[in-house]
Structure formats: structure tokens, C-alpha cells
């Protein structure tokens, strides 16, 4: 299916699936740029640009480097984006020299990119994104397994405190061990997903519905009016 350019809030989005990441990512918080111009990276550019609020390599999670980009494609999963359809276009992420810049992120047309991944406590968690690998890296299942991304809450129940991290069997274990005096962040479950027996926090749900709302609100805003 073709793109459908959009303009939104004087933006030109290339696409509604592009507009409604926009809405949904300014939603739950976060700082972001359209089409950021990175220098000194050629053939290719990022969809979108996060901006952190804790310095690189501090920020206590898995994911960290010097900057973090984002790329919407309208993909239904992981394996879909490496397949050989997107090849052409992997081979030009990485000529370009973008991930010499910082983690560029995949995210696709919804929230669960893979549907069979458990956080810490073995609750069904969403999976937005994924790091992007290199080629020779996309056969290695732990890597695929260790550059899916989630959401991040914390208990009290912030929703501008929502984050990304890498979730794969919560490797931020150690790590939150060593800060108990600070807000704790964890995996937000999906409750769509999750097996019902599992006793989920009920802070934990309410940033899992307001996630799925945000998402659902995202294209709903824009999805029938048009050029505004």
C-alpha cells in the first residue's frame, strides 16, 4: 500500500503511519523531532530523533548511546523487517553511516512487534520497538532477542515517566537491585496478553491501558480529517 502523505499541526508527515507514531510518542511524553538533520550521514535520515533526559551511558538502562533515532515501517513484526523485502533498505542505513551516530530503533504498525515475549515475572509485556542490527548480527536469536524494546513504567503510576528498554528477561535486574532508594522503573506488561492468574499491580495496568489508549487515540485524531 502506497504512503498517504499527511499534514499535521504543520507538520508534512510522509505518511498517516508516520503522524500517528508522532501523536502517540507526544502522548506518553516524550521529546521527539521529526526528520532531524543528522550531519555528516548521507543517503539516509531518520524518521524521528529522542531526546533523552539523563546523560548517554548514565541512564542505568540497557539502552543507552550518544543519540537515539527512530524509524517507522510499516511492519507487523521483527522478522518481517529482515526479511529480504527490506534488505535494500538496510543496506542503506548502513552505508550511510547512521549507527555510527547512535541506536536507531524499528517501530511498525503496532504496539507488539513479537507477542511471545515475558518481562521479569513472567507477565506478557508490549514490544514497540527493536534496535536495529547489523547484517551479519540478524541470524544471531539471542541479539534479536536482546534489541526488542518495551515500555517502561514506574509504581506510582507516572505516565510521563513511561520509557524504552531492552526487556528480554528484564537484564536491568542487576541494576535496579543497586537502586532501591530511587523511583524504580519496570516492564509494562500488556494486559491484553498477559495470563489472567497473573497478579498485576494495579498501577502497572493503568500505564498498560493508558499506553493502549494513547495508541488507539493516536490514530483516531487524525485518521479521518485530513490536511489541518
Not at 23 to 42: A, L, Q, T
Not at 204 to 224: H, L, Y
Request: hydrophobic letters at 30%; charged letters at 30%; aromatic letters at 16%.
Amino acid at each position: 500500500m502506497k504512503a498517504i502523505p499527511i499534514t499535521y499541526q504543520g507538520i508534512q508527515f510522509r505518511s498517516k503511519l508516520e503522524c500517528r507514531h508522532y501523536n502517540f510518542m507526544k502522548k506518553i511524553g516524550w521529546n521527539i523531532e521529526y526528520e532531524p538533520e543528522v550531519k555528516d550521514v548521507y543517503g539516509y535520515q531518520p524518521d524521528f530523533e529522542l531526546f533523552s533526559e539523563v546523560e548517554p551511558y548514565d541512564c542505568g538502562t540497557s539502552v543507552s548511546a550518544n543519540r537515539y533515532f527512530i524509524e517507522v515501517k510499516p511492519i507487523r513484526s521483527q522478522s518481517e523487517f529482515y526479511s529480504d523485502n527490506y534488505k535494500s533498505f538496510r543496506d542503506k542505513v548502513y552505508k550511510s553511516g547512521i549507527l555510527n551516530k547512535g541506536m536507531l530503533f524499528i517501530v511498525g504498525n503496532n504496539l507488539k512487534l513479537r507477542t511471545n515475549v515475558e518481562g521479569y515475572a513472567g507477565e506478557n509485556i508490549f514490544v514497540y520497538s527493536f534496535e536495529m542490527l547489523k547484517e551479519n548480527e540478524i541470524k544471531d536469536q539471542k541479539k534479536k532477542n536482546y534489541s526488542l524494546c518495551s515500555f517502561s513504567g514506574c509504581p506510582e503510576g507516572n505516565y510521563e515517566g513511561i520509557g524504552l528498554t531492552q526487556s528480554w528477561n528484564d537484564c536491568r535486574n542487576d541494576w535496579i537491585k543497586e537502586r532501591k532508594d530511587q523511583k524504580i522503573y519496570y516492564d509494562v506488561c500488556d494486559h491484553n496478553l498477559s495470563r489472567q492468574n497473573w497478579n498485576a499491580s494495579e498501577d502497572n495496568i493503568k500505564t498498560s491501558m493508558f499506553i493502549e489508549r494513547s495508541w488507539n487515540e493516536a490514530w483516531s485524531k487524525m485518521q479521518w480529517k485530513g490536511n489541518f
